[in-house]
């Protein structure tokens, strides 16, 4: 919610702060930043504190980013703020999927992590349901409203995390690894050929999404002629698609248990996201709602897949921090480099960015099929070894 609360009042924020839409763009993306400057350090802050302290940290930053942004009254103030939340829209990305790793045995991390993995579309449909209450759009500053309205629920859900949260009794990735290893250093997982290959599929993946989470209202105000509380309601087509894709491969994934029937369904659902991805500027309104739905299950499908993963994409098990890692700092250049799609736009109008959205789509679906190989050859290794 956080997050997307600026493209759920993106037309009232740019009169307000007399920004276009390049200046927009880059404040969207600019905690993508701060996200891939942590990426290098977020595996061994993990291993060494733990998953419960490292979430508690993610939450107050998210919160003190928050605070800031409500209070900024200023473009260069926003952007302090954003860098701040940026820590926290990140980085939770990275510890919960291990934090389930270690609460869940594989053959059970299929809904969990599928439910967690519609946080960011159950989110931005949350704010751009709710977020009409709270501005005019007669005013434009009242978009401030919607921020304090986040920060509120940023303090709850904190307070919540220190008095629930406790970590796991028993981890499930130090019973997959073998009893008699030593434990595995962090520089081998940064060596490992998988964790790569998946932080370029998810940088993809998390560029074309972002692109469209975030500037797909302001393309239906400004394209399509709706306001924005109408092009809010229009996007919650897509992300109530996503939760009920996300938590519905959940249980196929308790279903289909092999890392090969699991990475087969994500490459077929990398191939449907990257089309979405390269009709999402060119799309008519009378395409729209179907386009909405199929972008909506394709983006329920590929990262609830990606995070039940992260164990078998690290090169050992104890190493799911690293793999979890690399993904976020994907998410993180995602984010940045979708910023440019403002550029675009700004210069060239909205179809322009096509090419770019098409490009993405086509390193994801390439990324999601190279790592079914390498997880295919490196089980038939175990399996000739053992």
């Known amino acids: 919610m956080n997050n997307s609360k600026l493209a759920a009042t993106s037309s009232l924020v740019m009169p307000a702060l007399g920004i276009d839409t390049t200046s927009l763009s880059f404040l969207m993306s600019i905690n993508g930043y701060a996200g891939f400057v942590l990426a290098f350090i977020a595996a061994s802050i993990i291993m060494k504190f733990g998953t419960r302290k490292s979430t508690l940290v993610v939450l107050l930053c ?7 942004s409500a209070f900024a009254s200023t473009y260069e103030l926003l952007v302090v703020g954003r860098l701040i939340e940026g820590v926290g829209y990140c980085c939770i990305g990275t510890v919960v999927p291990v934090l389930f790793s270690e609460w869940f045995p594989p053959s059970k991390r299929g809904l969990p992590m599928g439910i967690f993995s519609v946080w960011v579309p159950l989110g931005a449909m949350f704010i751009m349901g709710t977020s009409g209450f709270f501005f005019n759009v007669d005013d434009s500053s009242s978009y401030r409203n919607v921020f304090w309205f986040v920060v509120v629920l940023l303090a709850v859900i904190t307070i919540t995390w220190i008095a629930a949260a406790r970590n796991p009794q028993h981890s499930y990735l130090d019973e997959e690894a073998v009893g008699d290893d030593e434990k595995p250093k962090v520089s081998e997982g940064f060596r490992s050929l998988s964790c790569w290959v998946t932080m370029i599929a998810f940088a993809a993946f998390s560029l074309g999404t972002a692109a469209v989470m975030n500037f797909e209202p302001l393309y239906m105000v400004q394209a399509m002629g709706m306001d924005q509380a109408a092009a809010n309601g229009m996007l919650n087509i897509s992300n109530i698609t996503v939760v009920i894709a996300g938590i519905a491969i959940g249980f196929v994934m308790n279903i289909v248990k092999s890392t090969t029937g699991r990475m087969g369904i994500l490459v077929a659902g990398a191939a449907l996201q990257g089309v979405t991805f390269g009709l999402a500027y060119v799309i008519g309104e009378s395409m729209l709602v179907p386009w909405l739905i199929l972008f909506g299950l394709a983006n329920g499908v590929v990262p609830a897949i990606f995070f039940t993963l992260v164990a078998e994409i690290a090169p050992r098990p104890q190493l799911a921090s690293v793999s979890s890692t690399l993904m976020s700092l994907g998410q ?5 480099l979708f910023g440019v799609v403002g550029g675009i736009v700004t210069t060239a109008g909205w179809g ?8 993405a789509g086509a390193v994801m679906f390439l990324g999601a099929l190279v790592l079914m190989f390498i997880l295919r050859s490196r089980e038939r290794k175990r399996s000739a070894n053992e």
């Open 62 to 68: 998210a919160l003190v980013g928050g605070v800031i």
């Open 332 to 336: 993180s250049v995602g984010g940045i």
């Open 352 to 359: 322009a960015s096509a090419g770019l959205l098409s490009g």
